[in-house]
Nanobody, 120 residues
């Protein structure tokens, strides 16, 4: 079983910065993709950013140039640096990891979510 531990959410004024971190632990053989998703009030969950084991990144258009995702493969952690935050970034942010483990097949797991609130 794999668990994700998220940290770093909070309240910040528009224009400020926050850093979200996520650490994966448990029966992990290999992690393919790590990423962050978010769900705002009365909205569907959406992709924010992902990063592959090789370092390739993908960002939502709304966060390009403001957010940076990076990972530490040795520590199975992924971090989302969020700068120039806007009220529209207010959401619960979820970490997601795609991995292989003890049993055949590829799996994904979600974190419990961390609240990010940006005040105007």
């Amino acid at each position: 079983q794999v668990q994700l531990a998220e940290s770093g959410g909070g309240l910040v004024q528009a224009g400020g910065s926050l850093r979200l971190s996520c650490a994966a632990s448990g029966s992990i053989l290999s992690i393919y993709v790590m990423g962050w998703y978010r769900q705002g009030p009365e909205k569907q969950r959406e992709l924010v950013a992902t990063i592959t084991s090789g370092g390739s990144t993908n960002y939502a258009d709304s966060v390009k140039g403001r957010f940076t995702i990076y990972r530490d493969n040795a520590k199975n952690t992924v971090t989302l640096q969020m700068n120039s935050l806007e009220p529209g970034d207010t959401a619960v942010y979820y970490c997601n990891v795609v991995y292989t483990g003890r049993y055949p097949g590829t799996y994904d797991v979600w974190g419990q979510g961390t609240q990010v609130t940006v005040s105007s």
